[in-house]
């Protein structure tokens, strides 16, 4: 299937020298569960191959079927990840009444 993919880390990451952090990756993929294969191995996207080496635990939180390349650059534009999350939605729903 391909389409547009979110993956979620279960812990945040932040970079080295302390200037990102980090709870969300944004893709497109032709193949999305062969572009996951190749996150979990720790090649493609630098920030994937980076956090996977640390050991930060994640998984794919939500697909968008058929969505283009365009549709990719839109939804990284927005900047806000978690919104689109629906593991992070929820987590912030459990503490409200």
Excluded at 20 to 29: E, F, I, N, P, S
């Amino acid at each position: 299937m391909r389409g547009c993919y979110l993956i979620h880390f279960e812990v945040a990451y932040t970079s080295p020298n302390g200037a990102k952090t980090v709870r969300h990756y944004l893709g497109w993929a032709s193949n999305i569960a062969q572009r996951v294969r190749s996150h979990q191995a720790g090649n493609g996207a630098r920030l994937m191959s980076v956090v996977t080496a640390a050991g930060v635990p994640w998984h794919v939180a939500r697909r968008w079927k058929d969505a283009t390349r365009q549709d990719e650059r839109r939804l990284k534009r927005w900047h806000n990840h978690g919104q689109l999350c629906p593991v992070c939605r929820t987590a912030g729903k459990a503490g409200t009444a």
